[in-house]
């Protein structure tokens, strides 16, 4: 069953394409603003997103591009704006498609299911999206992550992170040994985190090494990579 991502957040409409795709047997999650669809972007992993442009939190745009960066799948922009430009910036930042307000709801299936079997076609299974992984154990620091259900426990005492935080640990618990920029960090964090810069990259990794690092001063699996950035060590 493909899943579908909704960011919608006029109820009316939201609820519509909710039920009407329901019924044509896709799974759908609504998300009401910006903050909530990135979120949902790592927790249900979706197949396809579709996007409105006018949310109260994201300038539509914004958001297209930040979801662009993390995820490869198709993003369909719906708007109630049938301007040429807008349509040409929503391409520019990565839009797959655009259907204008009002549309018809068997033509929004129609396009649904073209993006989706050309995207199935170019990515192959294994790679269309990461597999969920329930549970990560690394011994030697006895440090247990869950992915779905995004809980950190180290030593057996369960950690509390910020999301911004569970991200980057995240990051660079997934590519252990690579050296990640202060940049690639921030590139990573960005959508989630609108006040990161340099000094918020430091300020999260001094948090993270105080909460999984016995000796946060002489970190063993956080290490800093001098005049580049940050890495993580088995």
């Not at 011994?139 to 259900?149: R, W």
């Not at 990640?180 to 000094?199: H, W």
Request: net charge negative; with cysteine; glycine share 4%.
């Amino acid at each position: 069953m493909d899943r579908i991502l909704l960011i919608e957040d006029d109820d009316i409409i939201g609820e519509m394409i909710c039920m009407y795709l329901k019924e044509e047997e896709f799974l759908v999650l609504r998300s009401h603003n910006g903050q909530e669809g990135l979120a949902a972007l790592h927790d249900f992993k979706p197949d396809l997103i579709l996007l409105d442009l006018i949310l109260p939190d994201f300038e539509g745009t914004d958001l297209c591009n930040s979801l662009r960066n993390i995820t490869p799948v198709p993003i369909i922009i719906i708007s109630s704006n049938a301007r040429v430009s807008e349509k040409i910036e929503a391409f520019t930042v990565g839009a797959d498609d655009y259907l204008c307000k009002p549309f018809s709801m068997h033509e929004m299936k129609a396009r649904i299911q073209a993006l989706l079997r050309r995207f199935k076609q170019s990515h192959p299974p294994e790679v269309q999206q990461l597999p969920v992984q329930q549970a990560v154990t690394v011994p030697p620091m006895d440090l247990n992550i869950n992915l779905e259900k995004r809980t950190l426990y180290v030593r057996g005492e369960s950690v509390e992170m910020t999301f911004s935080e569970f991200e980057l640990i995240r990051l660079l618990f997934e590519h252990p040994e690579r050296v990640y920029r202060r940049e690639d960090l921030i590139n990573a964090l960005r959508g989630f985190d609108s006040y990161i810069n340099d000094r918020a990259i430091d300020v999260h990794i001094t948090n993270l090494r105080r909460k999984i690092e016995i000796n946060p001063k002489e970190p063993k699996y956080i290490k800093t990579v001098w005049g580049v950035g940050y890495k993580f060590v088995l």
